[in-house]
């Protein structure tokens, strides 16, 4: 795959990341859509760690699934508490929408974040990145 795709990956993964840190600026803005982004950045980063070792990347939101692809590469090694991140899966799927779910608090929110964060690091660090090469 081209070297430019993965940076790809990463600029989107930073600019969901960057969204969901403003975090809720205003009572309009629902904690469920700023867990999205987080889902969002993270999905991306690992999207963005397959195209730099080259592992072919499904459409999918579902960040266990891409753990999982990621690990049976042999190529990344996935950490346990890395693999906590699966349940941000949630924001991508079910929480998106009005429906049948309890609404997100400050408290999920900080978490999910967290998560996400922990996991932009962890893809940076696996492909020997940081924030200045993603933007050659």
Known sequence: MSDD????WFQRAKSNLARAELGKQTSDILYEDICF????AVEKALKGVMAFFEIDIPKT??????????????????????????????YAVTTRYPGD???IDEAEYKKALVLAQEVYQWALSVTNQDEENLHR
């Open 5 to 8: 795709l993965w940076r790809l």
């Open 37 to 40: 982004d987080a889902q969002q």
């Open 61 to 90: 939101h579902s960040i266990g699934y891409l753990l999982k692809l990621i690990e049976d590469s042999g190529q990344v090694q996935v950490s346990e508490s890395l693999k906590a991140s699966v349940i941000l899966t949630d």
């Open 101 to 103: 779910w309890e609404p």
